[in-house]
């Protein structure tokens, strides 16, 4: 039996904008439990976060006025996993080039560039191939979409596209440009289950495990 079939983790969605409803599926689909983040209370008990896409400065001013925002810092820097997809991606950076100030949750020693392959209008779709997940690539919907221009020693770059990084982990956060929710694809979804399972097994406890690279 997997980690990931032995116990169901639970993970949390923060519900402050994006696509919440389709990260909710794609972890359903690969067995976790989850529950909506919409204030700080809601983070109690949870084994890991979801930071779906959107607009990332809308994030940091709504979750900063409400207290979830340093809520959700201070988890993330206690160890709790954290997926996070296109703004979620930059949430997760610890800088961001050729941009002003903006809150961040932080914690990933990337930098990125917020809407590097250009505004809406330029937003596409392109096979992104993901090593660690095998054949076939993942479907990539890019939409004004992040990419990674630094990468600390402690990050493991995951995938690439146009010459830039756009899918990277760390003990225990996975980052990608891209939207995998929006697609049936749910090979990253359930690297970060199965990565939560296997340390929840190796621990005896589900909340704040890690997700490790193999």
Request: with cysteine.
């Amino acid at each position: 039996m997997s980690a990931v079939g032995a116990r169901r983790p639970r993970i949390g969605v923060l519900a402050v904008q994006g696509a919440v409803s389709e990260h909710e599926a794609a972890l359903a689909d690969v067995g976790a439990r989850t529950s909506r983040v919409r204030v700080p209370a809601d983070l109690h008990g949870l084994a890991g976060l979801v930071i779906p896409g959107g607009e990332s400065t809308t994030f940091g001013l709504v979750a900063g006025e409400s207290g979830l925002l340093h809520a959700v810092r201070a988890r993330v820097d206690a160890g709790m996993p954290v997926l996070g997809t296109c703004a979620g991606m930059i949430m997760l950076a610890s800088g961001i080039a050729g941009g002003g100030p903006q809150p961040l949750v932080g914690g990933m020693d990337i930098v990125v560039r917020r809407n590097a392959f250009g505004r809406q209008v330029h937003s596409f779709e392109a096979p992104v191939e993901v090593p660690a997940l095998g054949d076939p690539p993942m479907r990539g919907i890019f939409i004004r979409a992040p990419w990674i221009e630094q990468v600390g020693p402690s990050v493991e770059v995951l995938a690439e596209h146009g010459g830039h990084p756009v899918a990277a982990r760390d003990a225990t956060r996975i980052v990608a440009a891209f939207h995998p929710e929006l697609t049936d694809d749910r090979r990253l979804h359930r690297l970060f289950v199965e990565g939560i399972g296997m340390k929840a097994a190796g621990t005896g406890h589900e909340e704040d495990t890690v997700v490790g690279a193999q």
